[in-house]
């Protein structure tokens, strides 16, 4: 736990476990929060042909939802544990790093 303390630059083992929770909780969110959203846009396994290409366009468009959700869950869980300095500059590195960066660039 002393690499990964350092390495995220935390200093108390309270703040680890809290960011810890916020890793644990938002994925667990994300992925439970994706699939009323699609309902909502009523958009359901039984809309996909039943052709063996259907079923993975569901999922495919699920996953690819359940990104932005992540992200945004994120912020928000860790505004709620105290966390939220962390957590931004987590997702600017992160958004760098997938090529979306440069939204946090502008001049």
Same mark, same amino acid.
Do not use: D, Y
């Given at each position: 736990m002393q #690499? &990964? #303390? #350092? *390495?995220?630059?935390?200093?108390?083992?309270l703040q680890l476990f $809290?960011? &810890?929770v916020v $890793? %644990?909780?938002t994925g667990s969110a994300s992925v439970y929060v %994706? #699939?009323? $959203?699609l309902e909502l846009l009523q958009i359901k396994p039984s809309s996909f042909p039943e052709a063996w290409w259907g079923q993975g366009a569901y999922w495919t468009l699920r996953i690819l939802l359940i990104f932005p959700f992540y992200q945004l869950l994120l912020l928000l869980f860790g505004w709620v544990f105290g966390q939220f300095r962390f957590f931004w500059n987590f997702e600017k590195k992160m958004l760098q790093r997938?090529? &979306?960066? *440069?939204?946090f660039n502008r001049h």
């Open positions: #690499k &990964l #303390k #350092k *390495r995220w630059g935390i200093e108390s083992n $809290f960011i &810890l $890793f %644990a909780v %994706a #699939k009323p $959203f997938t090529g &979306l960066g *440069r939204i």
